[in-house]
């Protein structure tokens, strides 16, 4: 089973704080993958927020692949940061040969362009360099959005933190969101991008379930967005759905529950805007979840949010002090991060909520 | 000796020889007077009878005359097989045996010089069904757990109308951050998945009309199930349709539009809208065939409800102007749509077909967005009144079409915009809960059920060639007959008794299906769920095949 974490605070935060969160929790997973997605970054990446910012593991010809075709579409490389390794024997990490970080300014005929176009041109180059780089598996490319990082790596977290010396803290790689995950997809084929997080176009969702509407989800999400690919996970379809009704259809974050776990017909009866819950019910049956999930979320303005399925048969508590807000699967994870804060405060979301923090780390129980 | 006439019909050349037993009856005329086909009658057979009066034996011959029961031989009044002679004789000395050696299908053809015309279904059970090919194979166990059957909610409804893609919804955000309505949609009506289908008042008796009405308003009022029954193309009751139970109808228009001159007239009297409109192009039992009600049962109320004489009536296999999809279906849901001003669904039922994807494919792409339904209709489905031919042989089986046209809208990123509703020999082994769910599970939004409703009134039919005398108006029971000393053998309430109860029963069975894979709402579209042991049905269908 997954154990997922986040963390969100006012400060920045080094990466060895989501290991901690997680490390507590390892006897929940099976401690066969580290994944985490760092929004709002700070260190060596502070002063480059405006510019796309690539993650990219990758063999050496990858990068190669990866870099020309990044020049060919005129992007100029601005600054790269290659995380220093330890590479100690023993250590339980199928590593590729390359991490990169690279930041990149946009293309010169892009200078004038709206933000939207240059979003979609994030996106449209993301979604190359993937297909470009999955023959042979010479790369995996996570990540090429502003103000975003991206790892992901197969084996125990504990020893890939120690392999990309996470444990190490400094102030040269943080952020003030990081969503993590220590497990690798064991239902399919063990597959790099099947790890949550997953990250599309500022949107991060990571989760802990089964869902057993997977096909469903599957079958209509193909079709309604280029960027909906991959589905290694069924917990992609978390992601693929809440970029759809907060991006595509542009609602607010408080409808992703009613499109996820729509309210029984006879509750929605009972409502003031029932011509809206039928309508999104009706037009969005096939974005319905099914099964036990928790689901965190990241927004691209890094509002972030937990929500959980309509019968709650997955835990997640979040826990807060004055700078720091932690959401995880269990408490022990937050106890290690937040040891000295009043726990009485926890919050143990139930079916029908959604807990959104923002960005002044006010946190808004939405009852759905 | 006479010569021997081998054209004479005999009970041999037909499907049911009636067994019976002299010593066993009583004579009490029971079964010749229940046989409504009169295919048993009374007749005096010489006797001869030895006896002897003496101490010592002196035989003596007497001869008498004796009435008996004696099948009659004709291919007009020959036996159906259906059993009421069986069911009211005190002794067990009468009951039909079906005749395998039958030469039924050849003799009636050769004397009558017509087609040969019946109720029911296909008869030709040339193999296992798909559907009991396939099981529900994916359990939630382990960390995916199913549910609780019994005390679980579960939302067991679903979508009646036309249903926009989500990105053409009429939303805009107001001042509060809500998502507000700023323009018309098309109407969904959230129902029951099972319909009860289409049967006119006129192939059906008018208490077992009104016993199935009776069974949908008990269902909704008292039950809390949402269930919707179509009237058929032959109108309704004009008390039912200034009545609020109109609610729970769905109007059917075919190309004979019988009936509809009534509802027209009654729809400045209505207090409710009808549940829906079905334009009914095709049906499964009889593709290509219009509806066809025998003079015999045109009986004087239906003369009242149809506006017609008392004749055959002929639904022509067309709808008159029906030239082209684009244009003739979408001018015919356009009237009925603004018939009622857009606040009830208009939906389309044709035959399964090798071409439906195509129909199907037209429908959805409809820039009118006012298809409100795509019901399907297999050829396993029930008839009134067919050419056999046409029973046995044309039609186009409802599981794998089904499932085309189910694909084809996932295609095109458009499941679930036109409804799926598919019919054609569901619940024929008895089960509905489980063949619907598999449907759902292949894509469809629902079924819906005619025949299956028959037989829980009662009906002895089978697709073994038992009774399928629904044409003749004269069924034995009761249930599609206009004949009021046949008409009365029906207990309405009875039958809507046992109505309410198998929907009943079938509501605990979905949710008995629908906790092991651990879904609280319908699994529409969950192929996933289903496994197949029969390797072409497995590929055909696109799901797992498991041995």
Not at chain 1, 327 to 355: A, K
Not at chain 2, 94 to 106: A, E, F, L, Q
Not at chain 2, 201 to 206: E, H, Y
Not at chain 2, 440 to 458: E, P, R, S
Request: glycine fraction near 8%; hydrophobic fraction near 40%.
């Amino acid at each position: 089973m997954c154990r997922i974490g986040a963390i969100k605070s006012l400060n920045y935060v080094h990466p060895s704080q989501a290991l901690l969160l997680m490390q507590s929790q390892q006897k929940g997973h099976d401690n066969s993958g580290f994944a985490m997605v760092m929004h709002d970054l700070g260190g060596i990446f502070e002063e480059y927020k405006h510019l796309p910012t690539l993650s990219l593991a990758c063999t050496d010809e990858g990068v190669k692949v990866a870099e020309d075709m990044l020049h060919a579409a005129g992007f100029q490389r601005v600054m790269q940061w290659v995380p220093e390794t330890d590479p100690q024997p023993g250590l339980d990490i199928i590593a590729m040969s390359n991490y990169l970080f690279q930041t990149y300014d946009y293309p010169k005929h892009f200078k004038g362009a709206s933000q939207k176009e240059k979003e979609e041109l994030l996106l449209d180059m993301r979604l190359k360099l993937r297909r470009a780089l999955e023959q042979d598996e010479q790369g995996f490319a996570y990540s090429f959005w502003p103000d975003v990082v991206t790892l992901k790596e197969i084996g125990d977290p504990k020893d890939i933190g120690t392999y990309f010396k996470l444990w190490e803290e400094d102030d040269r790689f943080t952020a003030k969101v990081i969503t993590a995950q220590c497990r690798q997809n064991t239902n399919y084929d063990i597959v790099r991008y099947a790890a949550h997080p997953f990250f599309l176009q500022g949107y991060t969702a990571l989760a802990n379930g089964e869902n057993t509407f997977y096909l469903k989800n599957v079958e209509l999400q193909k079709s309604l967005h280029r960027g909906y690919i991959g589905f290694e996970s069924d917990s992609q379809c978390f992601l693929y759905s809440l970029h759809y009704v907060h991006r595509e259809l542009g609602w607010p974050l408080s409808y992703f529950k009613h499109v996820i776990t729509p309210l029984p017909f006879q509750d929605i009866e009972q409502r003031e805007d029932k011509d809206q819950l039928f309508a999104i019910r009706q037009s969005l049956a096939h974005l319905e979840i099914n099964g036990p999930n928790t689901i965190i979320g990241v927004l691209p303005d890094n509002t972030m949010f937990t929500c959980c399925d309509a019968k709650k048969l997955r835990p997640v508590v979040l826990g807060r002090s004055e700078d720091t807000v932690v959401i995880s699967s269990e408490v022990c994870g937050i106890n290690e991060i937040l040891p000295d804060r009043d726990w009485q405060t926890d919050l143990y979301p139930h079916e029908r909520e959604t807990v959104v923090i923002d960005n002044n780390l006010e946190v808004h129980q939405w009852k759905q | 000796m006479e010569a021997m006439k081998v054209q004479d019909i005999t009970p041999n050349d037909l499907p049911w020889k009636v067994r019976y037993d002299a010593g066993r009856c009583t004579l009490c005329g029971s079964c010749v007077a229940a046989c409504s086909f009169r295919a048993i009658e009374p007749k005096v057979e010489r006797r001869r009878m030895v006896f002897s009066e003496s101490d010592f034996p002196e035989p003596k011959q007497r001869f008498s005359a004796v009435p008996v029961i004696r099948q009659t031989h004709s291919i007009r009044n020959y036996c159906r097989g259906c059993g009421i002679c069986e069911k009211v004789c005190p002794n067990d000395a009468i009951g039909p045996v079906r005749n395998i050696d039958t030469r039924h299908p050849i003799v009636t053809r050769c004397l009558g010089g017509d087609s040969i015309k019946r109720g029911g279904r296909k008869n030709l059970e040339g193999s296992a069904r798909t559907l009991d090919k396939i099981r529900v194979g994916r359990i939630s166990q382990m960390t995916d757990p199913s549910l609780d059957a019994q005390r679980h909610t579960f939302d067991l409804l679903a979508p009646f109308g036309r249903i926009m893609p989500p990105d053409r919804l009429p939303f805009q955000i107001g001042a509060d951050g809500k998502l507000e309505t700023k323009d018309q949609a098309p109407p969904v009506r959230w129902i029951y998945p099972v319909i009860i289908g289409d049967m006119s008042i006129g192939a059906l008796s008018w208490r077992m009309w009104e016993a199935v009405a009776m069974a949908t308003a008990y269902l909704n009022e008292e039950c809390g199930l949402p269930v919707r029954m179509c009237s058929g193309e032959g109108g309704v009751p004009s008390r039912l349709l200034k009545s609020r139970y109109l609610k729970y109808m769905i109007l059917q228009i075919a190309s004979g539009h019988f009936g509809w001159n009534r509802i027209i007239k009654a729809m400045p009297h209505m207090v409710e809208d009808p549940a829906g409109v079905l334009i009914k192009i095709g049906q499964g039992a009889k593709p290509g065939d219009g509806g066809l009600l025998m003079a015999q049962k045109v009986a004087e109320h239906i003369q009242a409800i149809r506006g017609v004489p008392k004749a055959d009536l002929l639904s022509p296999p067309n709808h008159q102007g029906l030239y082209s999809i684009e244009e003739s279906v979408q001018k015919m849901f356009l009237s009925f749509n603004a018939a009622f001003k857009f606040r009830v669904p208009v939906a389309i039922k044709v035959a399964a077909s090798a071409t439906s994807v195509s129909v199907f494919n037209n429908l959805v792409r409809d820039p009118y967005n006012i298809v409100g339904g795509f019901f399907l209709d297999g050829i396993d489905g029930g008839t009134g009144a067919a050419h056999e031919v046409s029973l046995d042989h044309t039609g186009h089986p409802i599981v794998s079409k089904l499932r085309d046209c189910y694909l084809a809208a996932v295609t095109q990123g458009r499941q679930g915009q036109i409804p799926l509703w598919a019919a054609g020999g569901l619940g024929k082994t008895g089960d509905l809960a489980a063949d619907a769910f598999k449907m759902m599970a292949l894509g469809a939004n629902g079924v819906f059920t005619g025949k299956l409703i028959l037989q829980m009134a009662g009906c002895v039919g089978n697709d073994q060639g038992r009774c399928n005398a629904c044409n003749t108006g004269l069924c034995p029971v009761g249930i599609t007959t206009q004949e009021p000393q046949l008409v009365h053998r029906l207990d309405p309430e009875r039958v809507a008794q046992n109505i309410v109860n198998y929907f009943l029963a079938m509501d605990t069975e979905f949710k008995k299906l629908m906790a092991p894979i651990g879904n609280s709402s319908l699994p529409v579209g969950r192929s996933d769920a289903l496994v197949s042991t029969d390797r072409a049905v497995a590929e055909r269908l696109q799901i797992q095949y498991v041995c």
